[in-house]
């Protein structure tokens, strides 16, 4: 009797829980990628080209659905607060120490997936890694993302006709 009765009670305290709603901002991060080190060295020393189907790989921001943009929880800005320091070294243990995959949503290279290798942060706050990547040819440099949903494909740019250009939307 007690068990049912203990039965009973435990199903209705479950119905009367509010049901766990999915995140409806979840935050994808961006990378870039590129065949060249240069470009993310800040244009210092020599350019490195990697060989076909290889890839730099580094974390820039994060975005989410609604928007709105979050700054990488590890650099500067956050080793200068113990908080800081903590959201860094949870940063390098939950992401950077794990392989990524991203898939590349601007025009060079669209629809390509990048396989990144884990990297670590250096005594200058750098993590950027090395990746191989395939499925569409990356000639220099682009945007991956960790999810793609956030983006879609659209017609790519062109030079306008003067019809076009006359038209009262390009005017205003």
Not at 2 to 7: G, I, N, P, Q, V
């Amino acid at each position: 009797m007690w068990a049912s009765l203990l039965f009973g009670a435990s199903i209705v305290a479950l119905t009367q829980q509010p049901v766990p709603k999915p995140s409806q901002d979840i935050d994808v991060l961006l990378v870039a990628v590129t065949r060249d080190n240069y470009i993310l060295s800040g244009g210092f020393g020599p350019s490195k080209w990697t060989g076909a189907g290889t890839i730099y790989v580094e974390p820039m921001a994060r975005i989410t659905q609604s928007g709105d943009w979050k700054d990488i929880p590890c650099g500067i800005k956050q080793e200068e607060s113990p908080a800081g320091q903590l959201g860094c070294r949870k940063y390098v243990h939950e992401y950077l120490n794990k392989p990524q995959t991203y898939s590349v949503v601007s025009a060079d290279g669209l629809g390509a997936i990048v396989h990144a290798a884990p990297s670590t942060l250096s005594e200058c706050f750098d993590y950027s890694g090395t990746g191989t990547y395939s499925g569409a040819s990356i000639a220099s440099s682009a945007i991956a993302a960790s999810s793609s949903e956030f983006f879609s494909d659209s017609e790519p740019l062109h030079q306008l006709t003067p019809d076009e250009a006359n038209s009262p939307w390009c005017k205003s």
